[in-house]
């Protein structure tokens, strides 16, 4: 555990809940670290600067203020940054990250050495989107802390690449954090993530699907009448691949012509095109297939905890069977 960060032993389950766009908020971060899992967001699900940094102290106040009436630790909260040349709030955000000292900044569509310097200035760790090898060692190089190995089937912008492969591939030559990502919706698959060799398990879709995700109610219903067939991989929505959920591309008039299209990432344009077509048409991993209600975040996570739990004594037991 020398490469990996202390605080993953603090947990109560090794767990991040993914930074969704446009759902993630203040509410559904706070509820996850007081629950004991890392909360996270997108840093653009905030249309300005200034209201990015009014989460930022929204989030740190009620964390400490939870600390302090209740003497436990809350886990600690990241945020996503979008590393792209396109993206004209990078370094107002940074900035604001690196003045609140925030914990995790999880980077997306580019690993750059100068903004994980940045974020160990202030001791803060870098974790990093990637969908294969060649990203994971450009990733590497710029001194990441961990790698998010976003396998087939996640939501949002996600690989090809079967999560087994992936996480054996990496671990030949990454030895710091490894954190999966892909179709984890129950205790029991976060358990089967770290049997894989990840440190932790990253979960998107099943998130959503809480009482305090910004997510319309259409939206969790669709998730919860999904299966794995109803999610569709294309990058015709905003220039990268990504898996969405049939019915919205079909209510938004969507064609399967159109879905073959390619689109020119520009996330200078992000808060007024790929906004507005994120809110009517729904990304969803293939682990929808495995959702079928809507939970608070503390009964979700109590939820997870008795499968894990389950899981890990279940594998235990094959222990008493299988080493002749």
């Known amino acids: 555990m020398a490469d990996k960060p202390s605080f993953i032993k603090e947990l109560s389950l090794p767990a991040i809940a993914a930074p969704l766009f446009l759902i993630s908020g203040p509410q559904l971060v706070i509820e996850c670290c007081k629950n004991g899992i890392i909360g996270t967001f997108p840093a653009l699900n905030q249309r300005t600067s200034e209201g990015f940094?009014?989460?930022?102290?929204?989030?740190?106040?009620?964390?400490?203020?939870?600390?302090?009436?209740t003497g436990k630790k809350a886990a600690p909260f990241g945020v996503n940054l979008i590393v792209h040349p396109t993206?004209?709030?990078?370094?107002?955000?940074?900035?604001?990250?690196?003045?609140?000292?925030?914990?995790?900044?999880?980077?997306?569509?580019g690993a750059v050495s100068q903004v994980v310097d940045a974020v160990h200035s202030y001791g803060g760790l870098v974790f990093?989107?990637?969908?294969?090898?060649?990203?994971?060692?450009?990733?590497?190089?710029?001194?990441?802390?961990?790698?998010?190995?976003?396998?087939?089937?996640?939501?949002?912008?996600?690989?090809t690449i079967n999560p087994m492969t992936l996480v054996a591939e990496i671990k030949k030559f990454y030895h710091k954090t490894i954190i999966l990502s892909g179709c984890i919706s129950t205790g029991r698959d976060i358990a089967s993530a770290l049997q894989m060799g990840a440190d932790l398990a990253y979960m998107g879709t099943r998130f959503i699907n809480t009482l305090e995700?910004?997510?319309?109610?259409?939206?969790?219903?669709?998730?919860?009448?999904?299966?794995?067939?109803?999610?569709?991989?294309?990058?015709?929505?905003?220039?990268?691949?990504?898996?969405?959920?049939?019915?919205?591309?079909?209510?938004?008039?969507?064609?399967?012509?159109?879905?073959?299209?390619?689109?020119?990432?520009?996330?200078?344009?992000?808060?007024?095109?790929?906004a507005k077509?994120?809110?009517?048409?729904?990304?969803?991993?293939?682990?929808?297939?495995?959702?079928?209600?809507?939970?608070?975040?503390?009964?979700?996570?109590?939820k997870l905890?008795?499968?894990?739990?389950?899981?890990?004594?279940?594998?235990?037991?094959?222990?008493?069977?299988?080493?002749?």
């Not at 990268?240 to 390619?262: C, M, Q, R, Y």
């Not at 994120?278 to 109590?302: E, M």
């Not at 905890?305 to 080493?323: D, V």
């Open 277 to 302: 077509a994120w809110k009517t048409i729904w990304s969803a991993g293939q682990g929808a297939a495995n959702i079928d209600d809507v939970l608070t975040v503390t009964d979700l996570i109590a």
């Open 213 to 274: 995700s910004r997510a319309p109610e259409e939206y969790r219903q669709m998730i919860i009448k999904a299966g794995a067939s109803d999610i569709i991989y294309t990058a015709a929505i905003s220039g990268v691949h990504a898996n969405f959920l049939a019915p919205s591309l079909n209510a938004a008039g969507i064609t399967a012509e159109d879905l073959k299209k390619d689109v020119k990432i520009d996330f200078g344009k992000e808060l007024y095109t790929e």
């Open 87 to 109: 993206n004209p709030r990078l370094e107002a955000d940074l900035k604001l990250c690196i003045k609140h000292k925030v914990a995790i900044i999880i980077t997306s569509l």
């Open 128 to 159: 990093h989107d990637i969908i294969k090898k060649r990203h994971a060692e450009k990733a590497a190089e710029a001194g990441v802390d961990g790698l998010i190995l976003v396998s087939a089937g996640a939501g949002g912008h996600a690989g």
């Open 53 to 69: 940094e009014e989460w930022l102290i929204q989030i740190k106040t009620e964390l400490a203020n939870f600390e302090e009436k």
């Open 305 to 324: 905890k008795s499968e894990f739990k389950n899981a890990i004594e279940e594998q235990s037991r094959l222990l008493e069977i299988y080493p002749k």
